[in-house]
């Protein structure tokens, strides 16, 4: 991690041995800047569960909301409540018992506050910051270290993966600690699928990254059944058994970290993350460096929840469900969606589709699948997606991912299936003007702007923004996407990033009203 510091530092050490009582919310070291902190040390507890009891939280320059916030055991990288396990890293190390060490450095240059709460229970909690003083220079560097936790129990399974972070830019991402404790037996852990990240979805330069299998992301292989842990310096899996849960089969409780020493990941305007998920007990710890202090999107549970780790999977049932404890990104929109469409011979690019003209909610659609297909696996019919139909989506950051709205449930990694899709929304405009829309995509997008011929965008190989500029009329303006699924350089990835601006550099916002006129 390359950052501005000044070239003298004089070597500082704030050491603390206290009690940290049950309901006690205190701080342990203030520091003076300008200054970075180049190590912390932590040790409490050797009991399970314990450091789930306990949350650490970073402030800098006396802002008000937290910097870093999550369970100490977890922002160490020690999940799912275990006091320990070998983890050896370039930034973070767990050692037996429960030596807790983390060496992002982390400038600031007014000040620093390492605060801990406690619940449940008291810790004699023991803390070493070794930090660097710069005496004779300012700090230049403008990016902050942060930091934060989040859980879903049970998480969604064939559909919206796991959030990890969601944050505004500018900055860099750092790495996650990804921990999955195995509650739905249907398939694989790993099957869930591995990292999404979308980032910029509303700048100059968007971005799609799409793994695939969960342990693949880890940098390992064959991992979603058996693996023996390891640690190494970037990327590892460092727990992995096999509990007794009472049924016939034992259920996997995992760990893996990932982190983007060599291979970085910028962010300008916004960065969002997830983690393809089956319907599992989850968590996560993500570290990235940014300008602007982070914006809340997870809410910490109270206590109990935080330390509840039942073995039983019916136990989780509506313990920690998506969305109960998640704060929503800023707004960039909203569509309606139509789909899934068999897309064979490439026919439905195409043709016109009835759902391009017609008005959400009007009804659905047969999607025209093959036998073979998967829409028409069982629990696809199930589900209803053997047929088009209409979804209203809020855009996340600027990105629609029809992966998240049309998945078909069957087993195997990751799945998708060939297809069409189609996005609808309207723009509304204060006069007639000349905007300029810009949309990243990869395989064949066609556009329709109002009672406009269809535009056909061509086929991107890869994951590519393009610009267009488009004649609105003054007052609602229809805009319809069809974008295909092929199983490409991202496999099977089916995502858009959309932004629209007037001329003045005014943002028009997509919104999934139905349109005054088809």
């Given at each position: 991690?390359?950052?501005?510091?000044?070239?003298?530092?004089?070597?500082?050490?704030?050491?603390?041995?206290?009690?940290?009582?049950?309901?006690?919310?205190?701080?342990?070291?203030?520091?003076?800047?300008?200054?970075?902190?180049?190590?912390?040390?932590?040790?409490?507890?050797?009991?399970?569960?314990?450091?789930?009891?306990?949350?650490?939280?970073?402030?800098?320059?006396?802002?008000?909301?937290?910097?870093?916030?999550?369970?100490?055991?977890?922002?160490?990288?020690?999940?799912?409540?275990?006091?320990?396990?070998?983890?050896?890293?370039?930034?973070?190390?767990?050692?037996?018992?429960?030596?807790?060490?983390?060496?992002?450095?982390?400038?600031?240059?007014?000040?620093a506050?390492?605060?801990?709460?406690?619940?449940?229970?008291?810790?004699?909690?023991?803390?070493?910051?070794?930090?660097?003083?710069?005496?004779?220079?300012?700090?230049?560097?403008?990016?902050r270290?942060?930091?934060?936790?989040?859980?879903?129990?049970?998480?969604?399974?064939?559909?919206?993966?796991?959030?990890?972070?969601?944050?505004?830019?500018?900055?860099?991402?750092?790495?996650?600690?990804?921990?999955?404790?195995?509650?739905?037996?249907?398939?694989?852990?790993?099957?869930?699928?591995?990292?999404?990240?979308?980032?910029?979805?509303?700048?100059?330069?968007?971005?799609?990254?799409?793994?695939?299998?969960?342990?693949?992301?880890?940098?390992?292989?064959?991992?979603?059944?058996?693996h023996?842990?390891?640690?190494?310096?970037?990327?590892?899996?460092?727990?992995?058994v096999?509990?007794?849960?009472?049924?016939?089969?034992?259920?996997?409780?995992?760990?893996g970290?990932?982190?983007?020493?060599?291979?970085?990941?910028?962010?300008?305007?916004?960065?969002?993350?997830?983690?393809?998920?089956?319907?599992?007990?989850?968590?996560?710890?993500?570290?990235?460096?940014?300008?602007?202090?982070?914006r809340?999107?997870?809410?910490?549970?109270?206590?109990?929840l935080?330390?509840?780790?039942?073995r039983?999977?019916?136990?989780?049932?509506?313990?920690?469900?998506?969305?109960?404890?998640?704060?929503?990104?800023?707004?960039?929109?909203?569509?309606?969606?139509?789909?899934?469409?068999?897309?064979?011979?490439?026919?439905?690019?195409?043709?016109?589709?009835?759902?391009?003209?017609?008005?959400?909610?009007?009804?659905?659609?047969?999607?025209?699948?093959?036998?073979?297909?998967?829409?028409?696996?069982?629990a696809s019919?199930?589900?209803?997606?053997?047929?088009?139909?209409?979804?209203?989506?809020?855009?996340?950051r600027?990105?629609?991912?029809?992966?998240?709205?049309?998945?078909?449930?069957v087993?195997?990694?990751?799945?998708?299936?060939?297809?069409?899709?189609?996005?609808?929304?309207?723009?509304?405009?204060?006069?007639?003007?000349?905007?300029?829309?810009?949309?990243?995509?990869?395989?064949?997008?066609?556009?329709?702007?109002?009672?406009?011929?269809?535009?056909?965008?061509?086929?991107?190989?890869?994951?590519?923004?393009?610009?267009?500029?488009?004649?609105?009329?003054?007052?609602?303006?229809?805009?319809?996407?069809k974008?295909?699924?092929?199983?490409?350089?991202?496999?099977?990835?089916?995502?858009?990033?959309?932004?629209?601006?007037?001329?003045?550099?005014?943002?028009?916002?997509?919104?999934?009203?139905?349109?005054?006129?088809a």
């Amino acid at each position: 991690m390359n950052l501005d510091l000044p070239e003298f530092a004089v070597s500082d050490r704030v050491s603390v041995v206290r009690t940290l009582e049950a309901g006690m919310r205190d701080t342990w070291a203030e520091l003076e800047g300008p200054g970075c902190i180049r190590h912390i040390w932590v040790t409490m507890t050797r009991e399970d569960v314990a450091n789930r009891l306990a949350v650490i939280r970073i402030y800098f320059e006396d802002h008000h909301d937290p910097f870093v916030e999550a369970p100490v055991g977890d922002f160490f990288g020690a999940m799912h409540g275990r006091k320990s396990y070998p983890f050896n890293t370039r930034w973070l190390s767990l050692q037996d018992q429960s030596g807790y060490n983390c060496y992002f450095p982390m400038p600031f240059a007014q000040s620093a506050r390492i605060e801990f709460e406690g619940g449940g229970q008291s810790h004699r909690v023991y803390l070493m910051v070794d930090w660097h003083r710069y005496p004779e220079d300012a700090l230049a560097e403008p990016r902050r270290f942060c930091a934060r936790w989040r859980r879903e129990a049970p998480a969604q399974a064939h559909g919206e993966d796991f959030v990890m972070v969601d944050a505004d830019g500018p900055g860099r991402l750092m790495g996650f600690v990804y921990g999955v404790r195995l509650l739905d037996d249907t398939d694989r852990w790993s099957h869930g699928g591995a990292l999404n990240g979308y980032i910029d979805g509303r700048g100059e330069y968007p971005a799609y990254l799409r793994g695939i299998g969960g342990e693949d992301e880890f940098g390992t292989s064959y991992g979603g059944a058996l693996h023996e842990p390891e640690t190494h310096l970037h990327t590892g899996m460092p727990y992995y058994v096999h509990e007794d849960v009472g049924e016939a089969r034992p259920a996997q409780r995992v760990v893996g970290y990932r982190f983007f020493n060599e291979d970085t990941i910028d962010f300008r305007e916004s960065l969002h993350l997830r983690f393809g998920s089956m319907a599992n007990d989850i968590c996560a710890t993500t570290y990235w460096y940014a300008e602007a202090p982070p914006r809340q999107f997870f809410h910490l549970p109270s206590w109990d929840l935080l330390a509840a780790l039942p073995r039983n999977p019916a136990d989780h049932e509506g313990l920690l469900p998506r969305g109960s404890h998640d704060i929503a990104p800023p707004n960039s929109g909203s569509w309606w969606l139509c789909g899934p469409f068999a897309n064979a011979q490439g026919r439905a690019m195409d043709a016109t589709l009835p759902a391009e003209t017609a008005r959400p909610g009007d009804g659905d659609f047969d999607g025209g699948h093959a036998p073979e297909s998967f829409w028409l696996a069982e629990a696809s019919v199930a589900a209803g997606l053997d047929r088009a139909r209409w979804v209203r989506r809020d855009a996340t950051r600027g990105f629609i991912d029809f992966n998240h709205v049309f998945r078909p449930r069957v087993r195997g990694v990751a799945q998708t299936d060939l297809g069409v899709a189609v996005a609808r929304c309207t723009l509304d405009a204060p006069r007639a003007m000349r905007a300029r829309m810009q949309i990243a995509w990869d395989d064949k997008l066609v556009l329709r702007v109002n009672k406009g011929e269809p535009l056909r965008a061509g086929r991107h190989s890869a994951f590519r923004a393009q610009a267009f500029p488009v004649d609105l009329r003054a007052g609602e303006n229809t805009v319809v996407l069809k974008l295909s699924n092929e199983m490409g350089a991202n496999r099977g990835g089916w995502a858009f990033a959309f932004s629209a601006r007037a001329e003045d550099g005014t943002e028009l916002l997509p919104k999934a009203d139905p349109p005054a006129s088809a």
